[in-house]
């Protein structure tokens, strides 16, 4: 079956560099979600969409933004990088309509130097 | 503050045995839990769910329990197997308020010992 897909799979960026993280959901799910996991840290809710429009907000600084496009996939735009902002991004979709779970890609490891 | 809380940074347990997980939570309004696995190099995989309506949800091995006047819950997995050593995360939301966001704890490494 096919899953989330997030690319790319690692990423090396320098300080004050910017970096753009893409994220295919899974055909038919109109939600998606982002997820920054810090080293030893639980994932924290970043931003969602749904039906491309933004449907909630978490712990996003303002230098990250990301949209949804028509054909639902969504990219997550991170300005002026900072050493902190590296992390596991973890990309989930979902077929919202309540209780359906969160089904994650595997995610993109960005290094900032 | 953290709402969902996994105490257990790490839980070792012999092989065919049963592992139990925990987790507490401190939002009210949360109203489906979730559990999740995660293994290095790969996003969380989905495990089982429970709504609040319920207290207990059985798949398979996985068992969770869910305790609503303590706000917690457990996942029991019995026998325990090598490939369940994971990182296993609990996770809570609140789908009344229309608000399909998860909110995760910091996770449990479990190592399943031969």
């Known amino acids: 079956a096919a899953g989330v897909i997030q690319s790319p799979r690692h990423l090396i960026k320098e300080k004050r560099e910017t970096a753009t993280l893409k994220c295919y959901p899974i055909?038919?799910?109109?939600?998606v979600y982002w997820y920054q996991q810090g080293p030893g840290q639980d994932p924290q809710f970043l931003i969602s969409?749904?039906?491309?429009?933004?449907?909630d907000k978490g712990s996003i600084p303002d230098r990250f933004s990301a949209q949804q496009f028509s054909d639902y996939h969504s990219e997550l735009n991170m300005s002026s990088l900072e050493l902190g902002d590296s992390a596991l991004y973890f990309c989930?979709?979902?077929?919202?309509?309540?209780?359906?779970?969160?089904?994650f890609g595997n995610g993109t490891r960005l290094t900032v130097t | 503050d953290q709402q969902v809380k996994q105490n257990s940074p790490s839980l070792s347990v012999q092989e065919g045995r049963i592992s139990i997980l925990n987790c507490d939570y401190t939002?009210?309004?949360?109203?489906?839990f979730l559990w999740y696995k995660k293994y290095p190099a790969e996003g969380p995989t989905f495990l089982i769910s429970?709504?609040?309506?319920?207290d207990k949800n059985e798949d398979g091995r996985f068992t969770v329990f869910l305790n609503k006047s303590a706000k917690h819950l457990s996942l029991h997995i019995v026998p325990s197997q090598p490939g369940d050593s994971a990182v296993y995360f609990c996770?809570?939301?609140?789908?009344?308020?229309?608000?399909?966001?998860?909110?995760f704890g910091k996770g449990t490494r479990l190592h399943i010992l031969p």
């Open positions: 989930a979709s979902s077929l919202t309509g309540g209780g359906s779970p969160l089904h």
């Open positions: 055909p038919r799910h109109d939600t």
């Open positions: 969409f749904y039906e491309k429009m933004q449907s």
């Open positions: 939002n009210s309004m949360f109203d489906y």
């Open positions: 429970i709504s609040s309506i319920k």
């Open positions: 996770a809570a939301s609140d789908l009344a308020n229309r608000d399909d966001k998860i909110i």
